[in-house]
């Protein structure tokens, strides 16, 4: 029996000094009390939701040429950068962002495009980002893999944001590369024009089919008739509604998006 008492009175002893220390680190650190965030894979748990993003964008190959489509003019189009944008391929887990190998799901989808033989992928990518709110939604700066002469000819903004429900905004630009049209004013004769350079030896020109232009483009025809520039922007630009776990698509005469979105839980304990 006193062996027995001694053996109890020692687990009582080291019982209260567990529940002494734990209390004692409450005190001193309140957050643990409540659950502090735990890393994994350097990821924070914290309030603001985790969610895994697929995407593949891709461009529709014509036969028979482009659809008869209008599509606006450069000057007319809003081709600004939006404010705070961050380049996709630069980011890190500072900007909230995980990259991730592509899923079985979407690597499937990207083989049946390529397949098919209508189609070329312009951007793919498979990511863990935090979505916040509109205020604090970053916008994704992603590029193509096709250059021509150094320009991209893909690119675009992507941004997701969580307000009552899941939101994503595409603005995409798909362009058009090649050597500029000489364009040229109504006020400069044929002898003038044949002064500035402008005009071939075989090159024949009537004063109703002379076409509208600055003096600024004259000028520099000659010196960057055959330098390549972006001379024709497609733009997509569409807001959506998501719902998580569906796979979206999106639909354009010469672009299409296929996306999903799926939650992502980080546990707390490895």
Do not use: C
Request: charged residues 25%; hydrophobic residues 40%.
């Amino acid at each position: 029996m006193a062996i027995f008492r001694q053996l109890l009175q020692l687990i009582k002893h080291t019982l209260s000094a567990q529940v002494l220390a734990l209390s004692m680190v409450i005190l001193v650190n309140p957050i643990i009390a409540v659950g502090s965030p735990v890393k994994q894979n350097g990821l924070s748990q914290e309030d603001t939701p985790w969610y895994d993003i697929s995407l593949i964008i891709y461009a529709k190959n014509y036969l028979s040429g482009e659809p008869e489509e209008t599509w606006p003019d450069m000057e007319d189009l809003n081709l600004t950068k939006p404010s705070g944008a961050i380049t996709l391929a630069n980011a890190t887990e500072l900007q909230s962002i995980l990259k991730l190998n592509t899923s079985a799901e979407f690597k499937d989808i990207e083989r049946a495009l390529k397949r098919n033989g209508t189609y070329r992928i312009l951007f793919k990518e498979h990511w863990r980002q935090q979505v916040f709110d509109e205020r604090l939604s970053v916008p994704w700066y992603i590029q193509g893999n096709t250059q021509v002469s150094g320009i991209d000819e893909f690119e675009g903004f992507v941004t997701i944001n969580l307000k009552r429900y899941l939101h994503a905004y595409f603005d995409l630009r798909l362009h058009k590369i090649g050597k500029p049209e000489k364009k040229v004013p109504l006020f400069l004769t044929p002898n003038e024009l044949a002064d500035q350079e402008i005009l071939g030896t075989n090159q024949q020109m009537k004063e109703g089919e002379i076409e509208t232009g600055s003096i600024e483009q004259i000028s520099n025809a000659g010196n960057n008739s055959d330098a390549m520039q972006i001379i024709e922007t497609i733009q997509l630009k569409q807001k959506r509604r998501m719902r998580s776990k569906e796979i979206h698509y999106i639909d354009h005469p010469i672009m299409g998006i296929i996306i999903k979105i799926t939650p992502y839980s980080v546990a707390l304990f490895e």
